[in-house]
């Protein structure tokens, strides 16, 4: 993997994930060791874990040229129906488990896909069956993904009726053109409209997410896409710097045409420096190596920052990714499939992996660099260990580099760091997992 990573931030757009979304490496877990999953949810788990649930939603009206999640354009009413009903009955089926079993959930996120995408009588069906199984009152998030062209004023409504406290709006680019190009069904007006009418509603909290570097960035469009952000001023602004999977279309067209078609990573990184600089000017701070926050409080990001700090995860929905009590899972990723063994009282489970004491220590760790900053106290009060020493030789690397500031009390990353932040995370994984296949 660090040679996947590292090869591809050095200049051109390789093809391959540069993005560190958890470890070990999903391409560790199997399907032999799902048995793991069933003991831990036959077990009460610590009393101080939060427990979060992420509800994936595949559908969409396109799939953008570099989508590499689970999305499907095609389904009909009655597919859509048929999903409904299979994850409410996955809903079911995990609530009767001791692990699960009378936890209040501390967030709830719809992503997808396209959650926006379904309708307001899905919507209500998945939260009700939710609410039947789930105490959502004591939620500290709700956050919901909408596209610009599906976010009517009557879904907004729903969305603040069933308690959505942060909207993330996939805006992606404020160029018609670039839209076009990358394969996306909104454009400007619908984007306008909808901002417009997010800040209406009165929404605790709007995101918005934008990505550099996509096919016909130019820097001027890029710079009036920051600018326009900055204009709108919501709570927080996500950018991501384009990563271009391994099973998608533009494998081959990037392979064909060689540079040029999408921005180099140096050129990316430039973009993003550029646009973290801009939000500063105008009161944001750093969130992550991501996201822009309103200074002015009000955009904590509890579905992120519990998850990077050990919170079990359990995602309901074709192809979602679970954490539970240190064991990593993933649900069926073949629709039809899904929908069976769900529909029939089955845990839809497709691969796991148990992690190790040390894992469960790296992946944290890890995760939390994403912030920009990590305590070597949390880890000796949560895991008894040493950071400085156990990660001795990366974090003098990185010193080394002017990447970080070490001292005993904080471990913090250079923004020429943070911009970069996944391609130097493999140094801390084990040995096993430096050169594999990430996904």
């Not at 994936?56 to 799939?63: A, E, L, V, W």
């Not at 069906?125 to 998030?141: G, Q, W």
């Amino acid at each position: 993997m660090t040679a996947e990573i590292e090869t591809g931030l050095a200049g051109t757009s390789s093809v391959g994930n540069y993005f560190v979304a958890t470890y070990p490496p999903f391409s560790a877990w199997t399907p032999g060791q799902v048995g793991a999953v069933h003991r831990v949810l036959g077990e009460k788990p610590g009393e101080d874990t939060d427990l979060g649930l992420y509800l994936h939603i595949p559908f969409s009206r396109t799939r953008y040229n570099f989508c590499s999640f689970q999305v499907y354009t095609d389904r009909t009413k009655d597919e859509i129906s048929a999903y409904v009903d299979a994850v409410t009955c996955e809903i079911a089926s995990y609530a009767e488990k001791p692990a699960i079993e009378g936890r209040p959930p501390a967030f709830l996120y719809f992503g997808g896909g396209t959650p926006s995408y379904l309708s307001v009588r899905n919507l209500h069906r998945l939260h009700d069956a939710l609410s039947a199984r789930f105490d959502l009152t004591r939620l500290r998030e709700m956050t919901f993904e909408g596209e610009p062209g599906t976010l009517s004023r009557a879904k907004i409504d729903a969305l603040m009726e069933i308690g959505v406290t942060r909207l993330s709006i996939g805006v992606e680019s404020f160029s018609d053109e670039v839209l076009e190009l990358n394969g996306w069904a909104h454009d400007t007006r619908q984007i306008n409209s909808v901002c417009a009418a997010a800040s209406a509603a009165g929404f605790p909290q709007v995101n918005i997410d934008l990505i550099v570097g996509l096919a016909g960035e130019t820097e001027e469009n890029w710079l009036a896409s920051v600018a326009r952000a900055v204009e709108l001023g919501p709570a927080s602004v996500t950018i991501y710097q384009l990563d271009v999977p391994r099973d998608t279309g533009r494998r081959a067209r990037l392979r064909d045409q060689g540079p040029g078609v999408v921005a180099d990573w140096p050129t990316k990184r430039r973009w993003a420096e550029y646009a973290f600089g801009e939000l500063e000017r105008a009161g944001y701070r750093v969130s992550s190596g991501y996201t822009m926050a309103r200074a002015a409080g009000g955009s904590d990001f509890v579905y992120r920052d519990s998850l990077w700090h050990g919170a079990d995860l359990l995602g309901l929905g074709v192809s979602s990714f679970s954490h539970v009590s240190g064991v990593h899972f993933q649900n069926e990723d073949d629709f039809a499939s899904y929908i069976a063994r769900a529909a029939a009282g089955e845990l839809p489970v497709r691969r796991a992996l148990e992690a190790s004491p040390s894992e469960r220590l790296i992946r944290e760790f890890v995760l939390q660099l994403k912030l920009g900053r990590v305590s070597p106290g949390y880890f000796r009060d949560k895991f008894s260990a040493d950071v400085l020493e156990e990660f001795r030789v990366p974090l003098e690397d990185l010193a080394s580099r002017d990447l970080a500031t070490v001292t005993s009390h904080e471990i913090v990353l250079s923004r020429k760091a943070l911009l970069r932040v996944d391609s130097l995370l493999p140094a801390f994984f084990l040995p096993q997992h430096r050169d594999v296949r990430y996904t």
